[in-house]
């Protein structure tokens, strides 16, 4: 074997190893986040009354009489917040998508993909503070009620922050469709919306799917902005101008108040790993129904 | 020749993307239910010449035409429905391309944006063209299942079932026997041997052979010009009038 060659397959086997760890190490990382929220939260779960953990709105960490740990209320403020802006999100992003990707001259469509990733990079701290001092006045003035901190407010804010996300994954998926899928339908007498309608959505839904999940996610994880434009009120919301608080929110707003290793800080490592799983199992069903689209 | 007996009319037809020439005054008339075979070396425009007839050149953003194609006497870029043009010219592209959908709904998709929606008559029309194609015995069974999921010659005969879903009275091909084997390339002349009688066909093809099986005619495209079009007999024979298409043919270039 000459020298030149050795060095090729060093270099090789280097760069393989190389390539190797950086696929491990997103596996390492994960289970690590895993293992360190467990960790801080595991010796609760057995003492934990489950059935008022799910079921109860009362949240009084700090209780003297008698501490509770109800987080119903709270998983519906998450989940209120989470579905209106995705009903907000979903039909603005991929619409915005499918226009910049198909329909869009595209000279304009530099401008607004520019644009659309700038919306992106804005930090969730000042969509909170865009939340707390345009949306809430905004919302008070325009449908007279008492405060304009609420659902409503969380959810407009998190679909504009989820729509950056949806539309460049979607456009992305657009956008590798092949032209001769296009040509094809053309071809055959399909208008561009027929061929967007029949062809290009079927041939891209997997990545469609995932720019919406990816926008689900974020929605769901979001912590700053809803903490600060949701009013942050323990209650079941009963309509959208009622105040919500966030499970994320919780955990942001009491960690820095909760002594280290009481029942408290445990209980919001605890709520760690449910959001975890939430966030877990939407990826899991995406997963699934993806397969199940691509083996049909 | 009578205006009757052109199907299509090319007249000094230029397209130029940006500041890059496609096809130069091209000149050429197709008669009805003629095959007329397009050979040329790549990039000499032929798979411009196609789209400019069904006018799917215009959604590439930085084409420009000059000059005027006829299609029944009638300018088709004056025509008022163009999806009723695309109707009229079936169109089958090098890689045969499965729309993301079953081999019932390849074949029924263009129908159906015309608005046939009858259950029966969809699948008339689906028999017919996938017998049409040679392809009908081989799917019967599973019309439900992805086209895409097909070989690579079934694929190409669904495009081509699909092409004449819409009952098109020209049907052009873009070397359609790329991605196939010279067995099915043959059943699928022989196929087109059988449609001519209700169709005009043009058909571009790299394979100079092929031309000269099937065609009535021949032309000769080369860098955007057409340097010769004539009987296929003459073209391939030791006396063409252009020196560069007895060259062409020949293999002694290109």
């Not at chain 1, 007279?144 to 409503?152: A, C, M, S, T």
């Not at chain 1, 996610?217 to 700053?224: L, N, S, V, W």
């Not at chain 2, 215009?58 to 999806?83: L, Q």
């Not at chain 2, 004539?230 to 060259?247: A, L, M, N, V």
Request: with cysteine; aromatic share 8%.
């Amino acid at each position: 074997m000459s020298g030149r060659r050795k060095t090729a397959v060093l270099t090789e086997k280097t760069m393989e190893a190389l390539i190797r760890l950086c696929g491990v190490s997103a596996v390492v990382f994960v289970f690590g986040i895993f293992f360190f929220v467990f960790r801080e939260g595991y010796d609760l779960l057995p003492r934990l009354d489950y059935r008022e953990f799910f079921t109860s709105i009362e949240w009084y960490p700090t209780s003297q009489n008698r501490v509770r740990y109800g987080i119903l209320a709270l998983l519906a403020g998450t989940f209120s917040v989470t579905v209106l802006a995705m009903l907000l999100a979903v039909p603005f992003g991929l619409g915005a998508a499918i226009y910049v990707s198909e329909f869009c001259p595209p000279k304009r469509r530099e401008t607004l993909k520019v644009i659309i990733e700038l919306l992106a990079a804005i930090p969730s701290v000042v969509w909170g503070f865009i939340g707390l001092t345009v949306m809430n006045p905004l919302i008070i003035y325009l449908f007279r009620v008492p405060i304009g901190l609420n659902v409503l407010n969380g959810g407009i804010i998190l679909a504009l922050m989820s729509v950056p996300i949806i539309v460049s994954i979607a456009e992305d998926a657009l956008k590798a469709v092949p032209d001769t899928y296009r040509e094809a339908a053309l071809a055959l007498g399909a208008t561009r919306w027929q061929t967007v309608y029949r062809v290009l959505l079927p041939a891209a839904r997997n990545g469609l799917l995932a720019a919406v999940l990816l926008g689900v996610g974020r929605a769901i994880g979001e912590t700053m902005a809803v903490l600060m434009a949701t009013g942050h009120a323990v209650h079941i919301p009963t309509s959208v101008f009622d105040s919500v608080r966030t499970l994320t929110a919780t955990v942001a707003a009491e960690m820095g108040e909760a002594p280290v290793h009481s029942d408290h800080y445990k209980v919001l490592f605890v709520i760690g790993i449910l959001l975890f799983t939430l966030t877990f199992l939407v990826n899991l069903i995406a997963d699934l129904t993806v397969r199940g689209i691509r083996n049909k | 020749m009578v205006t009757a007996q052109k199907k299509i009319e090319i007249s000094r037809l230029t397209v130029r993307f940006g500041s890059k020439t496609a096809l130069k005054e091209v000149s050429l008339d197709v008669a009805p239910n003629e095959i007329l075979a397009v050979i040329g070396p790549a990039q000499s425009g032929k798979t411009t010449l196609l789209k400019v007839l069904n006018r799917t050149l215009e959604t590439s953003g930085d084409a420009v035409m000059e000059g005027t194609v006829r299609i029944d006497g009638e300018d088709i870029m004056r025509s008022r429905n163009v999806y009723d043009l695309r109707r009229k010219v079936g169109m089958v592209a090098p890689l045969p391309v499965g729309l993301p959908m079953s081999i019932y709904e390849n074949v029924a998709f263009a129908p159906r944006q015309a608005g046939i929606e009858p259950r029966r008559e969809l699948d008339a029309i689906v028999e017919r063209c996938l017998r049409q194609a040679a392809l009908w015995d081989e799917v019967k069974d599973r019309l439900d299942s992805l086209g895409s999921k097909l070989s690579g010659g079934q694929q190409q005969r669904l495009t081509i079932a699909r092409a004449l879903s819409h009952q098109p009275e020209i049907l052009c091909l873009d070397e359609f026997s790329i991605a196939i084997d010279p067995v099915t390339t043959h059943r699928i002349e022989d196929v087109l041997q059988e449609l001519r009688r209700e169709m005009t066909i043009l058909l571009v093809t790299n394979l100079v052979q092929q031309a000269r099986r099937i065609a009535d005619r021949t032309a000769f495209l080369l860098n955007g010009e057409l340097v010769e079009v004539g009987p296929t007999g003459r073209i391939f024979s030791d006396h063409p009038e252009q020196q560069k298409t007895y060259d062409y043919v020949h293999g002694i270039f290109g």
